[in-house]
């Protein structure tokens, strides 16, 4: 395996390939929100057709990106679009700023 990255990295060099993973990584991390999402959004009285969808908060806007379910509190994970950053938003909240 090493030697297959050192292949890699010396036909693209470290730095594409470094984000090249990291972009991988955080494709499969959100298919895998987006299933748990699905599953769970209706348990939070939310839809799953929801997951994605962006709302403004302050002065911020956000894109729904998963759901922590173990977060009483703040389950629904929502993204910065601005830089990438998660937040964590109260069900409640979420359903008003997506004017429900």
Request: no cysteine.
């Amino acid at each position: 395996m090493i030697e297959d990255f050192n292949i890699l990295e010396s036909k693209y060099g470290k730095e594409k390939l470094v984000k090249e993973m990291n972009e991988y990584i955080k494709m499969v991390q959100s298919t895998e929100q987006k299933d748990l999402w699905e599953k769970m959004a209706p348990v939070y009285d939310l839809n799953p057709s929801d997951f994605g969808k962006k709302f403004i908060s302050g002065k911020s806007s956000f894109r729904i990106s998963g759901i922590k379910p173990t977060n009483r509190k703040y389950p629904v994970l929502a993204e910065r679009v601005s830089d990438g950053k998660t937040y964590k938003f109260p069900v409640e909240s979420v359903k008003i700023l997506l004017g429900r």
